[in-house]
């Protein structure tokens, strides 16, 4: 049974460019949330996708798109890179129990993307 | 204002030891709280969950305590290995979406 796949593993990016990052969830899983680690920091959440909609979105500015595929897998893009952008990108993958937000509560993390941006 | 806080500074413990790590947090009412185990460079990895109703959950090694009138949650290693070295982080349910802390850093020795 394959875990949360994340692709790349690793990026580097000049400022003002975009990048598009891209996640797979845990096989039966249907929510897809996405998170960035800052090095020393915990994950801050960046938004969550849900029946290919975006259901919960954290303090990130309008340059932090996403998307949820048919398949449930996702994909998370970043306009006008600033060197601030640089970390580790996650993607956590959960069941939606009942359809009902929040009650999803376990979440499978992939191993990240590592973006630099210079 | 919102706030999670964990042990800012290592925890440096000898093996066989039990390591005790806290996590506080202020203005959430979570519904539940998590841990996970973060190793460099790799995603976190769920350890245990324990609700708003739930005093202590145990699962081998390890045990939780949830305080919700302290807001404060324990984490609790007991018997030690050096491979329990890792960042541990705490998270909790802040309005239908994961909020963690910064993490401890926990360093076993032999």
């Known amino acids: 049974d394959a875990g949360v796949t994340q692709s790349p593993t690793h990026l580097i990016k000049t400022r003002g460019q975009q990048v598009t990052l891209r996640c797979s969830p845990k096989s039966g899983h249907d929510t897809v949330s996405w998170y960035q680690q800052a090095l020393g920091q915990g994950p801050q959440f960046i938004f969550q996708?849900?029946?290919?909609?975006?259901?919960q979105r954290g303090n990130f500015p309008d340059r932090f798109s996403g998307h949820q595929f048919p398949n449930y897998s996702s994909e998370l893009n970043v306009n006008a890179l600033l060197l601030g952008d640089s970390a580790l990108y996650l993607c956590a993958s959960s069941l939606t129990l009942l359809g009902l937000a929040g009650a999803q509560e376990t979440q499978y993390f992939g191993p990240g993307t590592r973006l630099l941006v210079l | 204002s919102q706030k999670i806080e964990q042990n800012s500074e290592a925890l440096n413990i000898q093996e066989g030891k039990t390591a005790t790590l806290t996590c506080n947090y202020t203005?959430?009412?979570?519904?539940?709280l998590q841990w996970y185990r973060q190793d460099p460079g790799r995603g976190p990895v769920f350890l245990l969950l324990?609700?708003?109703?739930?005093k202590e959950k145990r699962k081998e090694r390890l045990k939780v305590t949830f305080d919700t009138t302290l807001k404060q949650s324990l984490f609790h290693i007991t018997a030690s290995q050096p491979a329990d070295s890792a960042t541990y982080l705490c998270a909790l349910e802040g309005g239908n979406k994961l909020v963690f802390g910064a993490g401890t850093i926990l360093r076993v020795k032999s």
């Open positions: 203005n959430y009412s979570p519904a539940y």
């Open positions: 996708y849900y029946e290919e909609e975006e259901r």
């Open positions: 324990i609700r708003e109703n739930e």
